[in-house]
């Protein structure tokens, strides 16, 4: 006899009692409910923006405000777990300090353009302190005029992706340690098919510590507020970074400890 989620199954002489079947539907609605997660998917955590449109919104495990999101989707991260996705729906979500990654979850949105972070004046929007994290489907809108070292995403354990993101970043330093994805350890990473908007001159890749590989591939970059395309400004730690990378489908501007690579 199957006993899954406490239900009593009668057989062909017992009189069902009323009684037993309320019992049975109740423990089959409390099991439906402590499994199904939002959007009737374990293992997957939706975080509503204060003005997401997207249906999913009403079955949402979070929503946000206007305020600070910061902290729900770091909370949205650790529920997620090992191995986990955090689905930020569509819309503004406001971080005001740093979301540190602690675990190697998926963090996704509905679009590079529909799912927007939009970033104040802090050291970087996201900190992956993991490995085997994935960053995809989002736009990052970052420090806005601000003369600051700001980036959107901090990289401090090796072994993770980031694809299909747009990276806004209106800064006006002129420091060269400001990048919109700043790899801070030795290690395996992978970037691919995101969009920088950025000032010209400006690194939109930045690993001058630490020895980096991996692949940096089909990404494209214009001039910010204007069409006109440039390079993908990338700068790396020295000749063996160099060595370790694969570049491809894509205007690329390679620096090895801040000089052009000849």
Known sequence: MNNNYGLVY??????????????????????????????????????????????????ADHTCTRDDCSDIIK???????????????DGDFYVNKTIEITDSVRLKGLGMYCTRLQVANIFSAVDLNTSKAYIQDMGFFCCDGVE?????????????????????????????????????????????????????????????????????YGNYAEQIDSDNSIAIKINLKDRTSYDNMSFGAQKSEIYINSNPVQ
């Open 10 to 59: 009668p057989d062909e002489n017992d009189y069902y009692d009323i009684n037993v079947f309320n019992q049975n539907f109740s423990s089959l609605a409390d099991a439906i409910d402590k499994n199904k997660g939002a959007g009737g998917s374990r293992g997957e955590i939706i975080v509503a923006a204060y003005n997401s449109k997207n249906k999913l919104r009403d079955s």
């Open 75 to 89: 909370q949205a991260t650790q529920e997620a777990g090992e191995g986990g996705t955090v689905l930020l729906l």
């Open 148 to 216: 600051m070292n700001s980036m959107a995403i901090e990289v401090s354990q090796a072994f993770n992706v980031i694809e299909n993101c747009h990276f806004h970043m209106n800064y006006s330093t002129s420091e060269d340690t400001v990048a919109a994805i700043y790899i801070d350890a030795n290690g395996y990473n992978i970037i691919r098919n995101c969009f920088f908007e950025q000032p010209e001159g400006r690194y939109m890749i930045n690993s001058p510590k630490y020895n980096m590989r991996g692949m940096i």
